[in-house]
């Protein structure tokens, strides 16, 4: 409790107020822009950590992540385009909404919900995140070890639509980890000194989020405007509010916990959310033309798995989102040892960023309620002048890292990877997952390893890590089952257009 | 023969839209609506959404006009514009025109002034009533 007042303390500070604000007005900007989620734009901003403050700077990237969740779901209710992979849910009732002339109401649900999902989430962080932390501490490398294999499996495997595809991404990602000589040895640095510290993290995300995704539009200048639904100040009625309500509360109960697992994503709890809205309203006749229901769940519930995320990221070091991915670079960046000791080592840094998100909250509901229309404008920024900014921070942002212009090179090259995986229909997120964490998961190994002095069975000689082993081997069964009951075929595939925005 | 006009989705492409259309009425010509964008904006508030193209068709249609609509995504707008006005071998250009600001001259070009200049034929500029 102390430590959470502390907490309020610094994130209350005007400097640090000032970043929480930049920080989810920006995120609402990028999150608003289809393309340009938060992940890209803290992997940008991640050279501004070298010169502000650690708590300054996470807790303005805890602002980013926010507000991305917020402005996703204005641009699915007016423009029927998901700005980010969480809200597509939101897209299907919301849109419809906007169309029979509810978007105001819409857009309140969405507001609202998001901040009473994400402020018991928030409270919920509070109270999960250090117990989480109290019991992994005493854990030994092979659990670890077993954890982190989860995770890689999980993200790669649980989301997105395809098994294969994801795992090219996990495999590429690792392998873009192994470069370097932090083993002893040299692998994969082609005898070049340059390449013999590894390839920087920085600029491997701006890489495949900003220059990707920059060729990725460039390819694609011309494309016919989408409609756009006019709004004006959201509000909302009584009966709006008597119906939202409880969507709001079932849609966090969703999205937290699956948030807090190490397979975590917004994508699964808002989709359940909404089939259970879907079950439970009184007005099924509205499902498919505009339920309120059906943006006030999944809303909540993102939200809510946004909060939730940072339970194993916090507690494990291990980040199940792009956007958390990133959080943990900067981490690292300020040497700070990302994992069960994080909380322990630094519990004035970490209890900054658990108030701050509440901060954060408020701000956003202030700011979003009037603000909706102004957000809206946005998308009307061309977008040579938005990907000219983009491109220059990203160069900008590379090149910092170590000051060497080969870094540039490395970074059009991974650039043009990224390009080619959005072609290809290749997730970006477990790539980067498998970057970062596929060095600590030698290290967790050689560790264990070094301490059974090669005994390979202490792999599975904690009881923890044989029931990671068996929960992973159940989901590979339930993946094989479900593979020869249900072909592929059946599989409902999204169209080529919600496809490009959303798998990236 | 026929009028081309350079339709954008606002108060200044209506009034110029209004104003070809008595021209054809007129002349008895057919009246030609080219309504482009460069497509690179997410949302193009001056390109007519298409339930508002065919409104707009149905209407003029009502009225006796012979209306060809040309709703495109294209490389610059007064160039497609100035060629629509060729192929269709216009008589008359018609555009609405605005007031701007000495900085909005100085950042960005205008469609209009550049059809004035390049057309092949003359050009009516039209303001909406104030």
């Not at chain 1, 590429?172 to 005898?191: H, I, K, P, S, Y």
């Not at chain 1, 309120?292 to 946004?306: F, T």
Request: aromatic share 8%; glycine share 10%.
């Amino acid at each position: 409790m102390d430590l959470l007042l502390e907490g309020f303390q610094t994130a209350l500070t005007p400097e640090n107020l000032f970043f929480a604000a930049i920080g989810v007005l920006l995120g609402t900007a990028v999150g608003v822009l289809p393309g340009i989620g938060p992940a890209m734009t803290l992997a940008l901003l991640l050279p501004v950590t070298y010169t502000v403050g650690a708590d300054s700077a996470i807790i303005m990237f805890a602002g980013i992540y926010y507000g991305g969740m917020y402005g996703g779901s204005t641009t699915s209710i007016l423009l029927n385009t998901p700005g980010e992979s969480s809200s597509v849910i939101t897209a299907i009732e919301g849109n419809k909404m906007a169309k029979a002339g509810r978007a105001a109401q819409a857009l309140a649900t969405a507001a609202i919900g998001s901040f009473v999902a994400g402020t018991i989430a928030t409270v919920a962080l509070w109270i999960v995140a250090p117990t989480v932390a109290d019991l992994v501490v005493t854990l030994g490398s092979p659990s670890y070890f077993a954890l982190m294999l989860l995770a890689l499996f999980a993200v790669t495997a649980v989301l997105g639509s395809s098994k294969l595809r994801g795992f090219i991404a996990l495999f590429l990602g690792l392998t873009l980890g192994l470069v370097g000589t932090n083993t002893g040895q040299a692998r994969l640095t082609f005898g070049d000194p340059l390449l013999a510290d590894g390839i920087d993290i920085v600029v491997v995300a701006v890489a495949v989020f900003a220059i990707g995704e920059a060729l990725w539009v460039a390819a694609h200048l011309r494309r016919k405007p989408l409609e756009i639904i006019p709004v004006g100040q959201p509000w909302m009625s009584k009966e709006d509010w008597r119906r939202s309500w409880k969507p709001w509360l079932r849609g966090t109960a969703f999205g937290f916990p699956f948030g807090a697992l190490p397979a975590g994503g917004a994508e699964i709890p808002t989709f359940l959310s909404y089939a259970t809205e879907k079950k439970l309203t009184k007005h099924p006749e509205e499902f498919g033309k505009g339920a309120i229901e059906g943006v006030a769940g999944p809303e909540a519930a993102n939200n809510a798995s946004a909060a939730g995320t940072l339970v194993p990221l916090l507690a494990l070091g291990l980040p199940t989102t792009a956007t958390a991915a990133i959080m943990l670079v900067a981490l690292q960046g300020y040497g700070f040892n990302t994992g069960p000791t994080l909380m322990d080592e630094h519990p004035d840094l970490v209890w900054a960023l658990l108030a701050s998100l509440l901060v954060a909250n408020c701000l956003l509901l202030l700011i979003n309620l009037p603000l909706a229309p102004i957000w809206a404008k946005l998308l009307r920024i061309p977008r040579p002048y938005l990907y000219a900014g983009i491109l220059f921070f990203a160069s900008l942002g590379a090149y910092s890292v170590n000051f060497q212009a080969f870094d540039l090179a490395l970074l059009l090259g991974i650039g043009l990877l990224g390009f080619a995986m959005r072609r290809f229909g290749v997730p970006v997120l477990p790539l980067l997952i498998g970057v970062i964490l596929g060095p600590k998961l030698e290290e967790q190994l050689t560790t264990a390893l070094k301490i059974s002095q090669g005994d390979v069975s202490t792999l599975w000689s904690e009881p923890v890590a044989v029931v990671v082993y068996a929960v992973m081997g159940l989901l590979l069964l339930a993946m094989t089952v479900r593979g020869v009951r249900r072909p592929a075929a059946a599989e409902t595939n999204p169209t080529d257009n919600e496809k490009e925005l959303v798998e990236r | 023969m026929s009028i081309v006009v350079a339709y954008s989705a606002d108060r200044y492409g209506e009034a110029a839209l209004t104003h070809a259309a008595e021209q054809a009425r007129k002349e008895r010509t057919r009246l030609v609506v080219v309504n482009a964008t460069l497509g690179n904006k997410l949302v193009d508030d001056r390109f007519a959404h298409d339930a508002d193209i065919t409104a707009l068709q149905e209407r003029l249609a009502a009225e006796g006009l012979e209306v060809v609509v040309r709703h495109d995504l294209v490389d610059d707008v007064a160039d497609a514009v100035v060629a629509a006005a060729d192929e269709e071998r216009a008589t008359l250009i018609v555009v609405g025109i605005r007031h701007r600001s000495p900085v909005g001259k100085l950042l960005l070009g205008s469609v209009a002034q550049r059809i004035i200049l390049e057309a092949h034929c003359p050009v009516l500029a039209v303001k909406p009533a104030a």
